[in-house]
């Protein structure tokens, strides 16, 4: 069983919808997580930075932790063609210097 | 954050040779990480870079194929050794923080 499990997509909607990302881990040692948006070509651009349960929030993006089902989402609210890229969520046992395991990434596509 | 840099952006090599790629940091960081990105796929951390001692390397990944140096506190390298078209991936340098993890913009390698 992999330890992070993310829907690879792809995923289209038209641009103003609200999108729903979403990834299931199976270790109740991963405390942090994170969510990464990635352009064709490109390195991985940090978005979210989470640790409690609950949401957070920045701009149009939502970042939601519900540990004790161990599920992760990240929703993109009046979502742009700009956003257009693949989404990554990853996760880690401890804050600082560790190592992060990721999901597969879903690619998402918003049509003008 | 963190500003990573990484060289080369990208490279095409022939198969049974080795290529360097650099990675420099703007501040001094305990550990350095280093990622694989096969086309179409997430990443997968190859090993960890210490300063001042050797690296840690993941399950199928080994010192020998992927040989890692850390002179000090803001540079690494990554050689990727005898190389075959298998090896054709994004190669990515990362470090992290407490608030989360920041990642170099890639180098592209094609093996033929």
């Known amino acids: 069983q992999k330890e992070v499990e993310q829907d690879p997509g792809p995923l289209s909607v038209p641009e103003g919808a609200i999108v729903s990302l979403n990834c299931t881990y199976s270790n109740s040692a991963f405390q942090y997580f994170m969510w990464y948006r990635q352009y064709s070509r490109k390195g991985p651009e940090l978005l979210m930075y989470t640790y409690s349960s609950g949401n957070k929030e920045d701009g149009r993006f939502t970042a939601q932790v519900d540990k004790s089902s161990k599920y992760i989402s990240l929703f993109i609210r009046d979502s742009q063609p700009s956003d257009s890229a693949t989404y990554l969520c990853?996760?880690?046992?401890?804050?600082?210097?560790?190592?992060?395991?990721f999901g597969q990434g879903t690619r998402l596509t918003i049509n003008p | 954050s963190a500003v990573i840099s990484q060289k080369p952006s990208r490279d095409i090599c022939q198969r049974g040779t080795s290529l360097t790629i650099q990675c420099q940091v703007d501040s001094q960081v305990t550990m350095m990480f280093w990622y694989r990105q096969q086309p179409g796929q997430s990443l997968t951390l190859i090993a960890t870079?210490?300063?001042?001692?050797?690296?840690?390397?993941e399950s199928g990944f080994v010192i020998d194929k992927f040989p890692i140096s850390r002179p000090n506190l803001t540079f690494s390298t990554l050689t990727v050794s005898n190389m075959s078209p298998e090896d054709s991936s994004i190669y990515l340098c990362s470090v992290t923080s407490g608030r989360g993890g920041f990642f170099g913009p890639g180098t592209r390698l094609t093996v033929l």
């Open positions: 870079a210490n300063q001042g001692s050797e690296a840690t390397y």
């Open positions: 990853a996760i880690s046992r401890s804050q600082g210097a560790q190592k992060l395991v």
